[in-house]
């Protein structure tokens, strides 16, 4: 093929791009000014259920029929949906019509046998229908409106079965501007602006709702729909351990007797019902298959609950579980993750977080007992993590999920500082930057999440697990004397993410659409439009809370 051909190929391929994508905006876009004039959704909730609604002219004029409703639930929330603009959506195939809609922006407005009814955003929130028809959990992909939902909401509205009504029903996509007479006004942090007393307040009540799940015995509420309030099927011990830490940590800085308890409860039940013989040592598991993840977070959580005198006994549990880890690891630093209990022997598998996790669990021992082996353990373990690990073409320029490496880097800094290991964070946070949001590059309220591309809700809890390494990597690096011109931009960072956090935490939350607004309080969902609640959400998220208040340069 000439040159001239190849240039002509590519001129007429972006020429056919251009005309493509111009006539996809033109038709789908919604710019104000398409909208229906004046229509105004106005809605009564009452413990997260629709228990009114009337389509009127304008705000604060709702019809007779709401105004009876609002007599007869007197505890109803009044929720006004101003619709903005409308355009079409594509109807066939079924995930074409899914992703048709931005996430907790845009509604459905059907029109059916001359008669219109609406699904608001609030409607498909409230069964939480967003983010369910394309799922790539690989990729944290979550995209379009749950199908089979949209149509069963609008067979009960028009009362016409789902088959009939999809023949014959015209659908417009709507876009809203919700308002609630009487709400207080946003928090400072929805511009970038928070104070430490914002932040503990969070953490604390971060640890508050993870308290309130923890049952007699020391089980977590694991997994939470918020709009229902109803626990979900589902439980690991590495997350079990993880949130006991989080637990131990609230408990330390705020004196909560309530949270105390709950974190010993849940040490409790590892300690008498999870740890178990593997080989000559002892690990966290109930399965034939342990993982080496269980047991970190469990020597991370029984050394802060030992190191903060919640309970010092707890120390006397840790080197039979570091002893483990220890025998878990192969000359070159990495460890082996699995155990299998039945034939006591390793199995030579890696997974993602856990050679970090076991750095920090082995660092964090050597710190409160003062082993040796430990700490000469961890720093090869962070040596691989920054060096080996990494090794092939390209690594610069790509990396994984580091949270748990930079935390054990700070960990060890004092008694065994690795300046490759700093210069690694560093270069990751710098990388973090390029793939985090800035205003305006979403639909959503994503101005300090991470993410690529501005189609899918970000998920919430990245921004704290690379908060708390950013934090780590940023204390290190004022100790290892690194110019503050270049951390400039990792601390804006950190900020960004940090009060994009507080703006999401049900804090106290969208109340109308929730069972149990109390039961909730405090806790921190998966994404703006995904209200599953599961503890290490919590976890990380509040730990990115408390390192913030406790950073080198921290406010007063």
């Not at 899918?456 to 990597?473: F, I, K, M, N, Y």
């Not at 809370?545 to 080198?552: P, Y």
Request: net charge negative.
């Amino acid at each position: 093929m000439s040159v001239r051909v190849l240039a002509w190929g590519l001129g007429a391929w972006v020429l056919v791009c251009a005309v493509a994508c111009w006539t996809v905006h033109r038709t789908f876009s919604l710019p104000e000014g398409r909208a229906l004039p004046g229509v105004v959704i106005a809605s009564l909730w009452e413990k997260g259920e629709l228990v009114g609604r009337a389509v009127i002219a304008r705000a604060g004029d709702p019809d007779g029929a709401l105004d009876a409703s609002l007599v007869s639930h007197a505890a109803a929330t009044l929720v006004y949906e101003s619709v903005v603009a409308e355009g079409p959506v594509v109807m066939h195939p079924d995930a074409a019509l899914a992703l048709s809609f931005v996430a907790g922006r845009d509604g459905v407005m059907a029109t059916f046998d001359g008669r219109t009814e609406y699904v608001t955003p609030d409607d498909l929130l409230a069964r939480q229908a967003y983010g369910k028809e394309i799922q790539w959990p690989a990729v944290g992909l979550r995209a379009g409106v749950d199908v089979p939902v949209l149509w069963a909401l609008l067979s009960d509205r028009f009362g016409v079965p789902v088959y009939d009504l999809s023949r014959r029903v015209r659908l417009c996509r709507i876009r809203v501007v919700r308002s609630i007479p009487g709400d207080p006004p946003a928090p400072g942090a929805a511009v970038g602006v928070f104070t430490n007393r914002d932040v503990r307040e969070a953490a604390f009540a971060a640890g508050r709702f993870l308290a309130r799940g923890v049952n007699a015995e020391g089980h977590f509420r694991y997994l939470i729909d918020a709009p229902t309030n109803r626990t979900l099927a589902g439980y690991d011990w590495p997350r079990h351990a993880g949130a006991t830490y989080y637990l131990a940590q609230v408990a330390a800085l705020s004196g909560d007797a309530e949270v105390g308890s709950a974190a010993l409860r849940a040490a409790g039940w590892m300690r008498d019902h999870a740890v178990t013989h593997c080989g000559a040592a002892r690990c966290i598991g109930s399965e034939r298959v342990v993982d080496v993840g269980a047991t970190s977070l469990a020597v991370v959580a029984f050394v802060e609950i030992a190191r903060t005198k919640l309970d010092p006994t707890y120390a006397l549990v840790v080197p039979a579980l570091t002893a483990f880890l220890r025998d878990q690891q192969r000359p070159d630093g990495d460890f082996m993750h699995e155990y299998d209990r039945e034939s006591q022997r390793p199995i030579d598998i890696q997974l993602i977080y856990y050679t970090g996790e076991a750095a920090l669990a082995l660092s964090r021992a050597h710190a409160l007992l003062g082993d040796a082996r430990d700490v000469e353990a961890a720093s090869r373990a962070l040596a691989y993590l920054v060096g080996p690990g990494w090794s092939f073409f390209g690594s610069r320029y790509y990396f994984g999920e580091e949270h748990w490496t930079c935390q054990a880097m700070d960990d060890l800094w004092e008694r065994s500082p690795n300046p490759a290991a700093l210069d690694f964070c560093l270069r990751w946070h710098a990388f973090g930057r390029r793939v985090q949001y800035a205003a305006g590059d979403t639909p959503y309220d994503a101005e300090g999440a991470y993410g690529v591309g501005p189609l899918v809700p970000p998920q919430l809890t990245p921004a704290g697990s690379r908060s708390e390494a950013a934090l780590a990597t940023l204390d290190v690096a004022r100790k290892a004397g690194v110019d503050e011109g270049e951390l400039g931009p990792l601390e804006a960072q950190i900020r960004r993410s940090i009060a994009m956090l507080l703006r999401h935490q049900f804090h106290p939350g969208p109340r109308h659409l929730l069972a149990d607004p109390a039961a909730v309080e405090g806790a921190m969902p998966a994404s703006e439009v995904d209200w599953q609640l599961r503890i290490d959400f919590v976890q990380h998220t509040g730990g990115a809370l408390i390192r913030w208040l406790g950073r080198s340069s921290a406010d007063p």
